[in-house]
């Protein structure tokens, strides 16, 4: 159960310390603002899929996002680069 606490708020948080919208988020990473939401609220899990969307999209650690480490360290490839 803490885990999926923790997986809601580092959510909350890292979408909202980038100044998304749950919509904004959703339509970045291709789910609807409800999902997000849902995420948010705890009440329902996500897929692997989202999460790894998640982890790519805020370039965190998807250990970090499941509340497995507080290190948010991303260790994926480098975000792409805006032409």
């Not at 609220?41 to 982890?55: C, D, I, Q």
């Amino acid at each position: 159960m803490r885990k999926t606490i923790l997986f809601s708020q580092r959510v909350s948080l890292l979408r909202k310390q980038s100044g998304l919208s749950q919509k904004q988020l959703g339509e970045s990473i291709g789910v609807s603002n409800k999902a997000i939401c849902t995420m948010e609220n705890g009440t329902r899990e996500t897929t692997f899929e989202k999460l790894v969307r998640l982890a790519e999209f805020f370039h965190v650690s998807t250990d970090y996002l499941l509340g497995i480490t507080d290190d948010p360290t991303w260790r994926g490839a480098p975000p792409e680069e805006e032409p």
